[in-house]
C-alpha cells in the first residue's frame, strides 16, 4: 500500500542554488567545520533534526496565544498539562533546551567521583558529566557496534554488563536510558529492555532517568518491531515505557516539533524542589525556564502532534527510502536505518583515509563539496580527549550523520543527497587524504574545531 506524507506544504522557503566553485571556498573559509557554514551556503542541510523541524499550523497559531507574564504564564500550564497527560509525570521543570535541563539535573544530583551509566551519551549529557570530574560509563548491547548485524532494538541497555557495574561499584548516581539512542544511529530501546534496566536499578536503589528527545520514533518503532504492542496506540506505548523511569530529561527540539525547549520531569517531589533551586539561578523562574511563554506554547502543541502514526510512519518511510538507495549501491551505513538520521559508515567508506584525519570529517567536505548538503562527523572528532591522558579518544566508529529534519525535506531532496553519495562512492579510491586540527577547544571541540587539508602522509600522531 501506499502512503503519503500526512500534511500539506503552505509557506515555503528559497534555497540558493550555490556553484561548486563557491561551496570550495566556503568550507575552506570554515576551517573545514560544517558549523561555521552559514545556513545560506548550504543546499540540503542534514547537520541537525534538532529544533530545525517545520512547525503547523496549529503551532503558529499557539504562538500568538503566548503567555508572557513573568511567573504563572497560562503558556506554562498548557505545557505542564501535556506533561503530565503524555508522560505521567507529576512534577515538571522547563528548560531553554535539553542540555539546559542536564545541567540543572546533574546540578542536583551529581558530586566528583559520581558514575552515571547509559546506553550511549549523548554529547552534552558526557560534556556535563564529566564537567563535574563524575564518570559516564557507556552500558550497550554488542550488537551496537555492528553495522551490519540486523537487532531491531540496538539501543538496548546491555542488563548482564549493568549488574556487573552496579555490583563493582558503588558510586553509581543515576541510569540512563536515551531513546532513541543518537550517537549509534538513532536506534531504539524495547520496553522489554526498559523493564528489565528498571527492576535492575531498584534492587540496587537507584533512580533510571530517560534522556527522551526522540521519545515518539521510540515508540514507533515499538510498535512495528515488538510484537506484544503492534496493537497499541504510540500513545499507550509511551504510557508503559514511561513507566520504567523514576524521571527525564527533554529535548523538545526532537520529537516534541518544536524550534526551541526542553524540560525535565520527576516522579519524586522531593528532587523537583532541589532541582528547583538550580533551575531559577541557571534557567530561570520554575514557570518558564529560560523560555517565551510563546515557546512553551509551540511545544505543548507538538508533543500532542507527535503522537500521530501516520506522521512516523511517513518520517519512517523517508528514511527508509534514503537507505534503500545506498544499500542497492553497496554504501556502507548503520543497519537498520535508525529513527531520525541515517549513519554512513565512513571508515569503510574512505579506507584510505586514517582514522585521526577523520573521515567521517573528510566525507562530510567533500558531500558538501558536491552537492551542498551538510551533515556531521560522528566519529573521533566529537570522541574528543581523554580528560585523564590527553590523547584522542578513537570512537568504535567513523560515521557520517545525516539527520533529517521533521517535515522539511521531500523524497526528491533525500534523492539528491543519495545520488551524490553514489557518484562520490564510485570515485572513493582517489581520496587518499583527509584533515588535521589546528584549534580544539579543551571540551566539546567538534562544534568549533579548526581543520585543514592534509598535505602528506607523515601526520597520523596520537
Ligand atoms: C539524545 C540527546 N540528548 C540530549 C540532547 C541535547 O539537547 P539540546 O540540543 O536541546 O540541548 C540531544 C541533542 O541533540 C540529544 O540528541
Redesign the pocket.
Known amino acids: 500500500m501506499a502512503y503519503s506524507e500526512p500534511f500539506r506544504i503552505k509557506t515555503v522557503e528559497k534555497i540558493y542554488q550555490s556553484t561548486e566553485e563557491e561551496r570550495r571556498k566556503w568550507i575552506e573559509e570554515s576551517h573545514f567545520n560544517m558549523f561555521y557554514l552559514r545556513s545560506d551556503q548550504v543546499a540540503i542541510d542534514l547537520l541537525?533534526?534538532?529544533?530545525t523541524g517545520a512547525m503547523s499550523c496549529e503551532q503558529w497559531a499557539e504562538l500568538m496565544l503566548g503567555d508572557e507574564a513573568y511567573a504563572g504564564s497560562a503558556s506554562y500550564f498548557k505545557l505542564e498539562k501535556a506533561v503530565k497527560d503524555v508522560f505521567g509525570m507529576p512534577y515538571f521543570l522547563p528548560a531553554h533546551?535539553?542540555?539546559?535541563?542536564?545541567n540543572v539535573l546533574f546540578a542536583t544530583i551529581l558530586q566528583k567521583g559520581d558514575m552515571v551509566v547509559n546506553n550511549v551519551h549523548?554529547?552534552?549529557?558526557k560534556a556535563h558529566i564529566e564537567y563535574r570530574n563524575a564518570i559516564a560509563k557507556n552500558c550497550v548491547i554488542a550488537e551496537s557496534k555492528m553495522d551490519d548485524v540486523y537487532h531491531p532494538f540496538k539501543g538496548n541497555v546491555d542488563t548482564e554488563e549493568l549488574e556487573r557495574i552496579l555490583k563493582a561499584k558503588e558510586s553509581v548516581k543515576l541510569i540512563f536510558v536515551?531513546?532513541?539512542?543518537?550517537?549509534i544511529g538513532g536506534q531504539p530501546v524495547s520496553i522489554g529492555n526498559m523493564r528489565e534496566v528498571y527492576k535492575i536499578a531498584h534492587k540496587f536503589n537507584i533512580p533510571v532517568c530517560y534522556?527522551a528527545?526522540?521519545f515518539a520514533e521510540n515508540a514507533y518503532f515499538i510498535k512495528t518491531r515488538e510484537s506484544e504492542f503492534s496493537d497499541h496506540s504510540i500513545r499507550e506505548i509511551l504510557q508503559e515505557m514511561f513507566r520504567y523511569c523514576d524521571l527525564m530529561?527533554?529535548?523538545?527540539?526532537?520529537d516534541a516539533l518544536a524550534n526551541?525547549?526542553?524540560f525535565l520531569a520527576f516522579r519524586s517531589e522531593e528532587l523537583y524542589e532541589q532541582a528547583k533551586v538550580y533551575e531559577s539561578f541557571f534557567e530561570g523562574l520554575h514557570s518558564y525556564g529560560g523560555l517565551s511563554g510563546r515557546d512553551m506554547g509551540a511545544m505543548s502543541v507538538g508533543i500532542y502532534e507527535s503522537l500521530d502514526f501516520d506522521f512516523l510512519r511517513s518520517r519512517n518511510r523517508q528514511l527508509e527510502f534514503l537507505a534503500g538507495k545506498l544499500e542497492q549501491n553497496g554504501i556502507p551505513f548503520m543497519k537498520p536505518v535508525g529513527g531520525h538520521a541515517i549513519f554512513i559508515n565512513a571508515g569503510k567508506f574512505l579506507p584510505k583515509v586514517p582514522v585521526l584525519e577523520f573521515p567521517g570529517q573528510t566525507l562530510a567536505v567533500e558531500l558538501y563539496i558536491r552537492s551542498g548538503v551538510r551533515g556531521l562527523e560522528f566519529g573521533s572528532l566529537p570522541s574528543g580527549r581523554d580528560p585523564k591522558t590527553g590523547l584522542n579518544r578513537i570512537a568504535d566508529a567513523e560515521y557520517l550523520r545525516l539527520c533529517v529534519p521533521r517535515r522539511t525535506y521531500t523524497d526528491n531532496h533525500l534523492n539528491v543527497v543519495a545520488e551524490s553519495l553514489i557518484s562520490l562512492y564510485k570515485e572513493r579510491d582517489s581520496i587518499k587524504t583527509g584533515l588535521e586540527i589546528v584549534y580544539e577547544a579543551p571540551i566539546m571541540r567538534y562544534p568549533t574545531v579548526r581543520l585543514k587539508r592534509v598535505e602528506d602522509k607523515k601526520i597520523n600522531r596520537i
Open positions: 541537525s533534526d534538532s529544533g533546551q535539553g542540555r539546559g535541563a542536564e549523548f554529547d552534552s549529557t536515551t531513546i532513541t539512542c543518537n550517537n534522556d528527545a526522540r530529561v527533554v529535548s523538545c527540539k526532537k526551541t525547549g526542553g
